[in-house]
């Protein structure tokens, strides 16, 4: 018996194949009329299958989620303006959702994808339409699973291509190459995040990293499992490169060659020349390599960034750039790996990332403020009986470790349901305190599930803070529905005096997922024109986990095109 919700899928696609074969027709028909109305109408289409697979790393094999059997998983192709539908299949045990990292989901907040936030998640046998539309983006930006630890092994990109006859604002590459990093665990990641929440210890490090799913050579493994990126003398490429790591922030270096930045999270940026690329994750960034070297192997390289005492997992992936006609067994030509916890890298990398600020893509940088936010971000240590010593790690924001839901938030506030969260979010830390310094004694984190409001079209300052109550440590942080511009950032208590003074508002790089420096603090600014919940969180998984996060309730404006569109039909039911 065929499912309600398969017969809601395909009259949903078949609409969709009409209306692409409507558009098709009328481009033949009247192309130098309809040219808009073609670009308007085109529809991408795509069916993700949630299958379990054998995947060998590091000389061992395991079972790994994956969508259609790939790790990582497809590129999700498709042009500025584009109306994207993803089938998505769920043939796995797990829950499954699917968050479009980056796609802003103007008024589409119900295919954003984060469990219990805007859907509840997708049940074994299940399937949901997601259904969004590109609006004023374009770049590289990545899909991955948004529920438990489930995006360790589904994750791929996604690359908006300009609308068709608009140009790059730099040089045209003679190819494009996607590079997605990640990390990779012998055990199986659910198992490492379930034994962590059963203890309340950290949960254990992963063991290598990769490069489109290789680690290259390791340790006590005799196969050399690399990727290598071909490429012909004289020749410029475009690097799609993604961070899609859960728990890394991450470095990417190329042996004798320079890189030059032209874009980030889907964001252009001035170009800026350098020899690394630093990338937390859910970062992306786009460059240029100019394959200006004598004819040879380079060595491709990622390795950790960790300026505290946490443990990470400190194995460099590596891969192989490789000009067309090297003979075999060229040696490599290796490129010195950052230390560890090269922090003046880091911060030289970001400090001097600029927003493109061209008369076609403005930085419309919010100059006045309705809502100035000062959240302050780290660990702490809470009581748990069950637990291994006792005590367990937990996150929090503003000394709220934030409680999941059982219905999703979006779900409760469109049709009203009372008691599901509440829109107290404090706006600031309730005890101000010596964030960096020496910790407070006797702060014990409160659960909940609380949001925080925003009317419409309001503007936002948010300042993060990052803290030492357990340990100081780099916070990449996501924002989902809206991009933000970054207009300063420090060690230190900020301090709201001085420090706006510094404050970038001309050209300050746009984002959706910014890193907090250790002990320091990053102000953001972003205009609320996105009305729904949009979820904020630490997108280091372990620290998302432990309650690091919360969201933005964000009010409808004035009529049904300042409105969060109806729920689909075949919204999936907790």
Avoid at 162 to 175: D, E, I, R, W
Avoid at 224 to 248: C, F, Q, S
Avoid at 423 to 445: R, W
Wanted: charged share 15%; net charge positive.
């Amino acid at each position: 018996m065929v499912s309600s919700k398969f017969k809601q899928d395909k009259r949903l696609e078949t609409k969709a194949a009409v209306l692409s074969m409507v558009c098709w027709v009328r481009t033949l028909l009247f192309i130098s009329v309809l040219v808009p109305a073609f670009v308007e109408c085109r529809i991408r289409h795509y069916h993700f299958n949630v299958v379990v697979k054998n995947e060998t790393k590091l000389c061992s094999t395991k079972p790994i989620v994956t969508v259609n059997g790939k790790f990582p998983g497809q590129t999700l192709y498709a042009r500025e303006g584009d109306n994207v539908l993803v089938r998505l299949t769920n043939h796995v045990q797990y829950n499954v959702t699917i968050h479009w990292h980056g796609v802003r989901q103007l008024r589409t907040g119900w295919s954003d994808g984060p469990a219990y936030i805007t859907q509840c998640p997708i049940q074994p046998g299940q399937n949901f339409l997601y259904n969004f539309t590109l609006t004023g983006q374009r770049g590289t930006l990545l899909w991955h699973a948004h529920i438990s630890w489930l995006r360790s092994t589904v994750h791929g990109a996604i690359v908006i291509l300009p609308k068709k006859g608009v140009p790059y604002p730099f040089p045209k590459p003679y190819k494009e190459k996607v590079i997605v990093l990640g990390e990779w665990w012998k055990a199986d990641t659910e198992a490492v995040v379930n034994q962590a929440m059963q203890t309340g210890l950290p949960p254990n490090i992963s063991d290598a990293h990769t490069i489109n799913g290789h680690p290259g050579p390791v340790p006590n493994c005799s196969s050399d499992d690399a990727y290598t990126l071909h490429v012909e003398t004289g020749k410029t490429y475009l690097l799609r490169v993604i961070n899609a790591a859960l728990n890394d922030e991450l470095f990417f270096k190329i042996a004798n060659h320079n890189l030059t930045v032209v874009e980030v999270d889907a964001c252009y940026t001035k170009p800026l020349e350098t020899d690394t690329l630093f990338l937390g994750p859910g970062q992306t960034t786009t460059a240029l390599l100019k394959a200006d070297q004598g004819i040879g192997k380079y060595l491709i390289a990622i390795s950790p960034f960790m300026d505290t005492v946490v443990a990470v997992d400190n194995l460099t992936g590596m891969g192989y750039l490789r000009y067309n006609h090297t003979l075999a067994f060229t040696p490599t030509t290796f490129v010195p790996i950052p230390s560890v916890n090269a922090t003046p890298l880091t911060s030289v990398f970001s400090d001097s990332l600029r927003s493109l600020n061209s008369k076609q893509y403005l930085a419309n940088v919010p100059l006045t403020i309705d809502h100035s936010l000062f959240f302050t971000i780290g660990v702490g240590i809470n009581p748990c009986a069950t637990c291994f010593n006792g005590s367990r790690a937990v996150a929090a924001i503003n000394n709220v470790s934030f409680v999941m839901p059982t219905t999703a938030i979006l779900q409760a506030h469109y049709y009203g349901i009372n008691g599901v969260f509440t829109d107290d979010f404090p706006a600031k830390p309730a005890i101000p305190f010596n964030y960096t310094g020496t910790p407070p004694s006797g702060i014990q984190t409160m659960n909940g599930t609380k949001v925080y409001r925003l009317a419409y079209n309001s503007t936002v300052q948010l300042v993060i803070q990052g803290n030492t109550i357990v340990a100081p440590e780099s916070h990449p942080t996501h924002l989902h529905g809206s991009n933000f511009f970054v207009v300063g950032r420090g060690v230190g208590n900020f301090d709201p005096d001085k420090d706006p003074l510094k404050f970038n508002l001309v050209d300050p790089v746009e984002r959706n997922t910014v890193s907090v420096p250790t002990a320091g603090w990053t102000a953001i600014r972003f205009r609320a024109d996105n009305p729904g919940i949009w979820f904020f969180h630490c997108h280091l998984e372990v620290h998302t986990t432990w309650g690091l996060k919360m969201a933005f309730l964000v009010e409808n404006g004035k009529g049904p095109n300042e409105s969060i569109e109806p729920p689909p039909s075949d919204l999936p039911k907790c």
